[in-house]
């Protein structure tokens, strides 16, 4: 059974960074894309950016581009998000995932597994 915790969640101010943690457990996670996708309540829950199974090849909501950085390692099985210049938008809870295939994960529909997620708040 796979298990994926996240951290590093909290109340920031805008501007400010914070960097989320994916710590996951249970079975060999290597060949498989991974992701951060983020909900606030009555929205779909959205992708933020996705890492391949390599970490060589990511991909950015528009909306971060230039904002945040994926990355993973994948002898720890983690897999982190570091957030710089983050704006009240930004706010929601925040959820690890791993696709279905080794390249991309397109949408929540491709999502094999998810976090429990974790909190950010950006304050204005």
């Known amino acids: 059974q796979v298990q994926l915790v996240e951290s590093g969640g909290g109340l920031v101010q805008a501007g400010g960074s914070l960097r989320l943690s994916c710590a996951s457990s249970g079975r060999t996670l290597s060949t498989y894309a991974m992701g951060w996708f983020r909900q606030v309540p009555g929205k779909e829950r959205e992708s933020v950016a996705t890492?391949?199974?390599?970490?060589?090849?990511?991909t950015y909501a528009d909306s971060v581009l230039g904002r945040f950085i994926i990355s993973r390692d994948k002898d720890k099985n983690m897999m982190y998000l570091q957030m710089t210049e983050l704006k009240p938008e930004d706010t929601a809870v925040y959820y690890c995932a791993v696709g279905r295939s080794s390249v991309t994960i397109r949408s929540a529909l491709e999502v094999r597994y998810w976090g429990q997620g974790t909190q950010v708040t950006v304050s204005s």
């Open positions: 890492i391949n199974w390599d970490g060589d090849g990511a």
